[in-house]
């Protein structure tokens, strides 16, 4: 129910003076101008207080003494209108928060960007990840036969630049279910209030549009082990809002949470335990042959001499992320583009990239790696 506009509050003005004797001067359609954002009530409130003032004049003089503009505008100097612009704001918010659970918004079909042709190497997790989407949102009735709890939540932790989101994206375009998806770091930017906010109405969102996957990333940032050095107050916070949020989950049909970490050892031990995180899934580094498959994609619309060798490439890579070979990709591009504006011919030879290879180091470390290696003697790889 909107507040009156510039029209109802003229009609409104005239409907409670409509009783009262008017002065000539008054001026219905300026009144209603002054008033915006004045209720119905706010209205009759002012027109009551005009007659007042008015009234205090003839009792004084012993006569009928009409109600000039000058009693109108008087009053609506001194009363304000009842309903604030914040108000007005959450009621908007909420407004549109009705609207897209009872309406939801008609998307236009876009070409998917990713797609688990995109994602190369890491089988064994593309397979777990896609059971634990694909069973508990689209195989519902299934599960109900055979006496199978739904996954509600699923950690992908691994080195930056291994594909953790890569993954949850093309999961999300191949099965076509809502991605919704969080950043720990923005969370933090928001301050307790905001982030907290934010949480709530994506899982709300996410319960109001199944089937959906809310994705998490650096879920470190938000759920950090409590009284952990660096975790803070804020921290603590919302890892128990996030708890809480989560344990909803368990109630839900066709909601699935999936974090992603690089750092999972820091993570608070409530996350990991089944019912919450039910899988943990190792985003490992590209093997070899995979990484031979990446610098092959990255560089398939490239001219190149025959001597390229990506077999080679990826046994010179070893501790290379995907994210790694892309960037050593970009500058063996470059270096076509620089041959071409020099007058040379533009195609990429092996040498090239070794010399490019040559100024780079691996992203993923023997202590980065062993690191995980402990987290998962702890906690386990649940499949």
């Known amino acids: 129910m909107p507040l009156p506009d510039l029209e109802s509050r003229n009609a409104i003005f005239r409907s409670h003076a409509r009783c009262l004797p008017i002065g000539d001067d008054v001026d219905f359609n300026v009144l209603a101008k002054k008033t915006e954002r004045y209720s119905g009530a706010d209205i009759a409130n002012v027109v009551q207080e005009a007659a007042v003032r008015a009234s205090k004049v003839g009792i004084a ?71 634990a989407i694909e069973l508990p949102l689209l195989h519902e009735e299934l599960l109900k036969q055979y006496g199978v709890e739904p996954i509600k939540g699923i950690l992908l932790f691994g080195p930056p630049g291994c594909g953790k989101t890569m993954i949850v994206k093309a999961a999300s375009n191949e099965l076509d279910v809502e991605f919704m998806p969080i950043s720990g770091a923005d969370l933090l930017k928001m301050g307790y209030d905001g982030a907290v906010r934010e949480i709530k109405s994506t899982f709300n969102r996410a319960k109001e549009n199944p089937p959906a996957v809310i994705f998490l990333d650096e879920i470190d940032s938000v759920a950090p082990s409590r009284g952990a050095a660096g975790g803070g107050p804020l921290s603590e916070k919302l890892v128990a809002q996030l708890l809480n949020e989560m344990d909803g989950v368990k109630e839900l049909k066709n909601v699935l ?63 290379f992320t995907g994210a790694d070979i892309a960037s050593v990709c970009q500058e063996a591009k470059m270096r076509i583009v620089r041959k071409k504006i020099s007058g040379k011919k533009g195609e990429l030879t092996m040498i090239d990239l070794l010399e490019v290879l040559s100024d780079r180091r691996p992203s993923v470390t023997p202590s980065m790696l062993q690191t995980y290696m402990n987290f998962m003697e702890e906690y386990g790889e649940r499949r």
């Open 61 to 131: 003089a012993d006569k009928v003494v009409p109600l000039s503009m000058d009693d109108f505008l008087s009053v609506i100097a001194q009363v304000k209108p009842t309903v604030t612009i914040s108000q007005l704001e959450d009621y908007d918010r909420f407004g549109t928060d009705y609207q897209r659970r009872t309406e939801p918004e008609k998307k236009e079909k876009k070409e998917k960007a990713v797609t688990w042709k995109d994602v190369i190497g890491m089988d064994d997790v593309r397979k777990a990840f896609i059971e």
């Open 257 to 319: 949470l999936v974090g992603a970490t690089n750092r999972p050892e820091i993570l608070d031990a409530a996350l990991l335990r089944p019912g919450r995180l039910d899988k943990i899934l190792f985003v490992h580094p590209p093997l070899a042959e995979d990484r031979a498959r990446i610098f092959s994609s990255n560089l398939k619309t490239v001219p190149k001499a025959a001597d390229i060798d990506f077999i080679r490439l990826g046994k010179l890579t070893d501790g």
